[in-house]
């Protein structure tokens, strides 16, 4: 799964000579993290007309530093940055219509800065785009443009790029199908850190895609994604070590994982603590805990999740069926954000 890029955080020194002086003083106030002087420094710049100050001022409300957080002021600065052609101000404007961050969402107005500053070379608004085209988020759906976009980023070295790419190669999406080159776009991305890449190379040596087969390699990927806390990892680490793939049988580091992506909302992860709850796999049996990853699992309409609840809920009691149902509630209240 792809997901947009943040937006970007790097301040920005003054291009021009106007009122220069201020915003410079206020890049050296940020960098001490002295926010009050930073403030007053960028503002008096940014109203004097200063773009780069205009554009610091708005990543100052933006991330709440030594203002409040306000997604509002943060985008008419940016919108006042971008205006004169600042492109990262170009582009957290269109992440922020993107979200609906202080402005209301509008796909169309995203992509209109994005464009922009993919134009000027912003390798996160390439991949951005590349998403709004394969999404079909404000555009007709075009996997040929979501390729054109990616390839873009990630020939800078995006590896946000570099990874889609990577995933229309292996699904054969807008171009054909091309393991060897999936395989050498994820190797790129994950070499930078990049979890999901890390993630999809294990999935090519546990499934022998465009490699010889190795479990090994598929289970040194998956930790390497598990352990920066990647859910779908998480759940293939875990079953790797459910079935003594690749590494010795460990039941109870198999729920550990499980437990750690469950926690984040994978339904499959949910599902096997279900089944491990159920048959006291590694675990105290616990029917009541098995009929609530059931239940969120089959929220998500996961695989035959609702069917083992309902065949749980019969040979549960009323008090243990009430009490699941609680757990449920209570899981999904903590893990719900707030508008």
Same mark, same amino acid.
């Given at each position: 799964?792809? #997901?947009?890029?943040?937006?970007? @955080?790097?301040?920005?020194?003054? =291009?021009?000579? +106007?009122? %220069?002086?201020?915003?410079?003083?206020?890049?050296? $106030?940020?960098?001490?993290?002295?926010?009050?002087?930073?403030? @007053?420094?960028?503002? /008096?710049?940014?109203?004097?007309? &200063?773009?780069?100050?205009?554009? &610091?001022?708005?990543?100052?409300?933006?991330?709440?530093?030594?203002?409040?957080?306000?997604?509002?002021?943060?985008?008419?600065?940016?919108?006042?940055?971008?205006?004169?052609?600042?492109?990262?101000?170009?582009? *957290?404007?269109?992440?922020?219509?993107? !979200?609906?961050?202080?402005?209301?969402?509008?796909?169309?107005?995203?992509?209109?800065?994005?464009?922009?500053?993919? +134009?000027?070379?912003?390798?996160?608004?390439?991949?951005?785009?590349?998403?709004? $085209?394969?999404?079909?988020?404000?555009?007709?759906?075009?996997?040929?443009?979501?390729?054109?976009?990616?390839?873009?980023?990630?020939?800078?070295?995006?590896?946000?790029?570099?990874?889609?790419?990577?995933?229309?190669?292996?699904?054969?999406?807008?171009?054909?199908?091309?393991? !060897?080159?999936?395989? %050498?776009?994820?190797? /790129?991305?994950?070499?930078?850190?990049?979890?999901?890449?890390?993630?999809?190379?294990?999935?090519?040596?546990?499934?022998?895609?465009? #490699? =010889?087969? *190795?479990?090994?390699?598929?289970?040194?990927?998956?930790? /390497?994604?598990?352990?920066?806390?990647?859910?779908? +990892?998480? =759940? %293939?680490?875990?079953?790797?070590?459910?079935?003594?793939?690749?590494?010795?049988?460990?039941?109870?580091?198999?729920?550990?994982?499980? %437990? /750690?992506?469950? +926690?984040?909302?994978?339904?499959?992860?949910?599902?096997?603590?279900?089944?491990?709850?159920?048959?006291?796999?590694? #675990?105290?049996?616990?029917?009541?805990?098995?009929? !609530?990853?059931?239940?969120?699992?089959?929220?998500?309409?996961?695989?035959?999740? &609702?069917?083992?609840?309902?065949?749980?809920?019969?040979?549960?009691?009323?008090?243990?069926?009430?009490?699941?149902?609680?757990?449920?509630?209570?899981? @999904?209240?903590?893990? =719900?954000?707030?508008?």
């Amino acid at each position: 799964m792809r #997901v947009l890029a943040a937006m970007g @955080i790097a301040l920005a020194l003054a =291009t021009t000579c +106007a009122f %220069s002086g201020d915003n410079d003083d206020g890049v050296m $106030y940020l960098e001490s993290k002295d926010y009050a002087r930073a403030i @007053i420094s960028f503002r /008096k710049a940014a109203l004097q007309g &200063n773009a780069s100050a205009q554009y &610091n001022l708005g990543l100052l409300y933006d991330k709440g530093q030594g203002v409040s957080q306000d997604y509002k002021q943060a985008f008419s600065w940016y919108e006042k940055a971008a205006a004169q052609g600042v492109a990262q101000a170009q582009f *957290n404007l269109g992440a922020m219509y993107d !979200k609906g961050q202080g402005v209301r969402q509008n796909y169309k107005q995203a992509i209109s800065w994005y464009e922009k500053a993919a +134009a000027q070379g912003i390798a996160q608004a390439q991949v951005n785009l590349g998403v709004m $085209y394969e999404q079909s988020k404000g555009v007709p759906q075009n996997y040929q443009q979501a390729v054109f976009w990616y390839q873009k980023a990630a020939s800078q070295g995006s590896a946000d790029g570099q990874a889609s790419l990577g995933v229309m190669y292996d699904e054969g999406t807008g171009v054909q199908k091309d393991y !060897k080159r999936a395989m %050498s776009l994820y190797e /790129k991305a994950a070499a930078q850190g990049h979890s999901g890449a890390q993630n999809n190379l294990g999935v090519m040596y546990d499934q022998g895609k465009g #490699v =010889t087969q *190795n479990y090994r390699r598929a289970v040194f990927w998956y930790q /390497k994604a598990a352990l920066q806390g990647y859910a779908p +990892a998480q =759940t %293939s680490l875990g079953v790797m070590y459910d079935e003594g793939t690749g590494v010795p049988q460990d039941k109870k580091q198999a729920i550990s994982w499980y %437990s /750690k992506a469950a +926690a984040q909302g994978n339904a499959p992860a949910q599902y096997n603590l279900g089944l491990f709850y159920g048959d006291g796999l590694g #675990v105290q049996r616990d029917l009541v805990e098995a009929k !609530k990853w059931f239940s969120l699992a089959g929220v998500q309409g996961y695989g035959e999740a &609702n069917k083992y609840r309902a065949i749980l809920e019969g040979k549960m009691t009323r008090t243990q069926n009430a009490e699941a149902q609680r757990r449920v509630d209570e899981w @999904i209240k903590a893990h =719900t954000k707030s508008p």
